[in-house]
């Protein structure tokens, strides 16, 4: 267990690396033409598979400590010219992909897309898939607010054909939803997993700890009942505090927000329990049943993650997004639509790519990219392998990035790593700090002015 002092000295704000570079690097230099040449590099270049992550921003209340990028459901005439505004951005895109790619993943997220009729997703999914054959078993996954769903909508959604469902749970407390101004769910937890589970869906749930009025024994209580509910796979989200990108989240600090060593003890609890109750860790806080094949890729030092989180295939890494706000993840750019929905719709109505700002990676930022991705999802890297993979010398993928071993003797000395000449692995323990030791490698690290969040 690592102590207090060195819990505060690493708990300090760093990017959590759900992208290289993060994307608050992002620039408005980024064009519609660089995005066009960035598809034709991944047609080229990983012209295997697609995976497509649709954003629906509409939420019918918004939770105090939210992060994503959601807004209030205000009027049908919006949200329906904002529908068909996604389609036909779905039909500025998806003919400029290569023909023989498929289909191998597709994400609906938000903001709360179910706070769509089940009729406007199951438009939007016949719409891609009838462009584009798909791989075996494709994954069909969206993320539902059980708040306000009743029984016909979560057997609608099987009928739909989504095969993974994530419920955001967040906490069973009563209070600390209250306190946190989100809805309970409308039907118990068990009748749903009922359903889905008898139409075979996998079924994932969202928690968060770090939220005020939770306790370790409030969030152990939590987590047993989610153990009895028994998901496939569980995520337990460190509440990340950025009221100054939502202002919102000031509304929690009267209240008080858990402190780094209360969040360390919740977080080890949660851990602990579900490891005993047979499920298996990946990554840092992603817990799945055995023979989750998120675990057989970590086992294998394969696991992946894009934005929509740890995937396996490595061409889910090549992620195209619709919708406002929505991160394009291709082999050699990113691209980021705008945040307005009447400049979105312009744009689109106009046969405009609606694109705010992007990021296009020079070689050395796809090195630092390989490097730091690996380290993320595995906790360990070998020079070799990726030098290997990367067809480079392992001293030219060294000084792609800041290799600087003192600061590893440090990382060393303070329980937070093991490393030598060939490798350098993050000690169990200390895996909620593996964001401070990619950013000690991040050349755009070196000076930079934009704020992070905490580790904890
Ligand atoms: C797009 S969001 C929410 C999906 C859906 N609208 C809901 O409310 O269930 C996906 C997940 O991000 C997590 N999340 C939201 N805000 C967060 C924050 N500030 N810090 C950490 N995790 C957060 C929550 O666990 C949430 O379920
Ligand atoms: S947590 Fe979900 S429902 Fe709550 S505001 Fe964020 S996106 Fe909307």
Redesign the pocket.
């Known amino acids: 267990m690592l102590t207090e002092e060195i819990i505060n000295k690493y708990n300090k704000p760093a990017p959590r690396y759900t992208s290289y570079p993060p994307a608050n690097f992002f620039t408005e230099q980024f064009t519609p033409e660089n995005y066009r040449t960035a598809i034709i590099d991944s047609n080229n270049q990983h012209p295997q598979h697609i995976s497509v992550y649709i954003h629906i921003p509409f ?1 019918h209340s918004l ?1 105090y ?4 990028n959601s807004m209030l459901l205000r009027n049908k005439y919006e949200v329906a010219d904002y529908i068909s505004a996604l389609k036909k951005e779905l039909k500025l895109v998806l003919p400029m992909l290569n023909k023989d790619r498929k289909i191998s993943q597709i994400h609906y ?4 897309p179910t706070s769509q009729p089940i009729e406007v997703i199951r438009a939007l999914n016949d719409q891609i898939l009838s462009e584009f054959q798909c791989i075996d078993n494709p994954e069909i996954a969206i ?3 059980p708040g306000y769903l009743d029984e016909e909508y979560w057997i609608g959604l099987t009928k739909a054909g989504f095969n993974r469902i994530s419920l ?1 749970i ?1 906490d069973f407390d009563q209070d600390v939803l209250h306190a946190s101004h989100r809805k309970p769910s409308r039907m118990p937890e068990h009748e749903i997993m009922h359903i889905l589970r008898a139409n075979n869906v996998s079924v994932n749930m ?1 928690f ?1 700890f770090g939220l005020p009025l939770q306790t370790e024994q409030s969030f152990s209580h939590t987590i047993q009942k989610a153990i009895q509910l028994r998901p496939d796979r569980l995520v337990t ?4 505090h950025v009221p100054w990108v939502n202002e919102l989240q000031k509304n929690l600090e009267p209240i008080g927000l858990p402190q780094a060593k209360d969040k360390d003890l919740m977080f080890e609890k949660a851990k602990k329990m579900l490891v005993e109750a047979g499920y298996e860790t990946v990554g840092m806080d992603h817990f799945v049943l055995p023979g989750d094949e998120l675990y057989e890729a970590q086992q294998n030092k394969a696991l992946h993650r894009n934005f929509q989180g740890y995937c396996t295939r490595r061409t889910t890494g090549q992620v195209y997004a619709f919708g406002i706000t929505g991160i394009s993840q291709l082999a050699s750019a990113y691209s980021q639509n705008v945040r307005d929905i009447p400049t979105y719709i312009t744009a689109v109505e106009n046969n405009k790519l609606p694109i705010m700002r992007g990021y296009k990676l020079n070689h050395q930022e796809q090195v630092t990219r390989e490097v730091i991705t690996r380290l993320m999802c595995n906790y360990t890297i070998n020079w070799a392998d990726i030098a290997k993979d990367l067809n480079m010398t392992v001293g030219s993928v060294k000084s792609s990035l800041i290799y600087n071993e003192q600061q590893f003797k440090e990382f060393r000395e303070d329980g937070i790593i093991e490393f030598n000449e060939d490798s350098l692995t993050v000690l169990p323990e200390a895996r909620p700090f593996v964001r401070m030791v990619a950013a000690s490698m991040d050349k755009l690290m070196k000076k930079t002015d934009k704020h992070f969040s905490r580790s904890l």
């Open positions: 939420c939770c400590y939210c992060g994503c997220g938000g903001g709360s993320e539902c607010h955001g967040q969202d968060m989200f460190s509440y990340a």
